[in-house]
């Protein structure tokens, strides 16, 4: 079945180092989207990207990067600049020209980042 | 700039009608969704309509398109506890969709 699988569910990190979160799907989605959500914030987008090798800051870009090698994957990496990582992140993905369909995205079950 | 609002809580009994609202800022919309997203979970497409569309009713779900007041509102008929998480509208806007903040659905007995 195909679907978009991000992991892993939960991580933990210490401050001042970096870590990746994993999305991959096998839809042939051309566009992928990173988002995070914390509690009465809904979701706030990071990165998005609509082709291979390219990829545009989203409203809380800073201290989070991203890279887009194959149509497949979409990695976040959380750098130590991130002040407040604990959140809840999700990937996304969709068909290019959404606006001509009604697919809209379809989610990750999401990763769970914790700072200890 | 573009903005999605909800309310944050509501709370119905089961059985009961929920109506969840939302006001959106971008006209040029071509589609509005709704989704629902259960605990620890990721989001999940309810339903959707198109912005030419006044109404759209799938089973139990109707949703209603205000595009003058730029309001939408998604109605679960015979609510039920399975029914109890947050659900989110969005806007399609240029390249990507914008999300409101959520509105937490409690069903109690």
């Known amino acids: 079945d195909g679907g978009i699988t991000q992991s892993p569910k939960y991580l933990f990190r210490k401050e001042g180092q970096n870590v990746t979160l994993s999305c991959e799907q096998n839809l042939n989605h051309d566009a992928m989207y990173w988002y995070r959500q914390d509690p009465g914030q809904g979701l706030r987008l990071i990165y998005y990207?609509?082709?291979?090798?390219?990829?545009q800051k989203g409203d809380i870009a800073e201290g989070y990067s991203v890279s887009r090698e194959k149509k497949e994957s979409f990695p976040l990496t959380v750098t130590s600049a991130q002040k407040n990582p604990t959140a809840f992140y999700l990937c996304?993905?969709?068909?290019?020209?959404?606006?001509?369909?009604?697919?809209?995205?379809?989610f990750g079950s999401g990763t769970r980042l914790t700072v200890v | 700039g573009e903005d999605v609002e909800q309310s944050l809580f509501l709370s119905v009994r089961e059985g009961d009608s929920s109506v969840i609202n939302c006001t959106y800022t971008?006209?040029?919309?071509?589609?509005l969704y709704w989704y629902k997203q259960e605990p620890g979970a990721g989001l999940q497409l309810l339903t959707y309509?198109?912005?030419?569309?006044d109404m759209k009713q799938d089973q139990r779900l109707t949703v209603l398109l205000n595009k003058k007041d730029k309001h939408l509102s998604l109605r679960i008929a015979d609510t039920q506890t399975g029914d109890s998480a947050i659900y989110f509208c969005a806007e399609g806007v240029t390249d990507k969709l914008i999300f409101g903040t959520g509105t937490r659905l409690q069903v109690f007995p």
């Open positions: 996304a993905s969709s068909i290019m020209g959404w606006r001509r369909d009604n697919y809209g995205y379809t």
């Open positions: 971008d006209s040029s919309s071509t589609y």
């Open positions: 990207s609509q082709i291979v090798n390219d990829f």
């Open positions: 309509i198109f912005s030419n569309m």
